[in-house]
Nanobody, 120 residues
Framework: QVQLVESGGGLVQPGGSLRLSCAAS????????MNWYRQAAGKQRELVAG???????NYGDTVLGRFTISRDNAKNTVYLQMNSLKPEDTAVYYC??????????????WGQGTQVTVSS
């Protein structure tokens, strides 16, 4: 009922930048929170950054000061600007959106994931 389309991943050299996007569509009434998670090979999925409808943000300790999350409420889209990338940022990045459908049911959806590889 809610589809998430991610884009922006790829290969980048250490110190470089990438910008991820995630657009939500479907029978959405409102969105509470939009988050980015990542999962590196052999590791558990971890929260990278989150943003509420009111604009309150939080970041994982390993990305604080390097990554910036933002959202466009009119487009139901969340962005993740990643600067000063390190090899340890290599992972599959997942978008997660939580909100309420027009049917007044709460939902939580995940994107398909986009690969980010930081390597020289």
């Amino acid at each position: 009922q809610v589809q998430l389309v991610e884009s922006g991943g790829g290969l980048v050299q250490p110190g470089g930048s990438l910008r991820l996007s995630c657009a939500a569509s479907g029978n959405i009434f409102s969105i509470y929170a939009m988050n980015w998670y990542r999962q590196a090979a052999g590791k558990q999925r971890e929260l990278v950054a989150g943003i509420t409808g009111g604009g309150k943000v939080n970041y994982g300790d390993t990305v604080l000061g390097r990554f910036t999350i933002s959202r466009d409420n009119a487009k139901n889209t969340v962005y993740l600007q990643m600067n000063s990338l390190k090899p340890e940022d290599t992972a599959v990045y997942y978008c997660n959106v939580n909100g309420r459908l027009a049917t007044r049911q709460d939902f939580g959806s995940w994107g398909q994931g986009t690969q980010v590889t930081v390597s020289s």
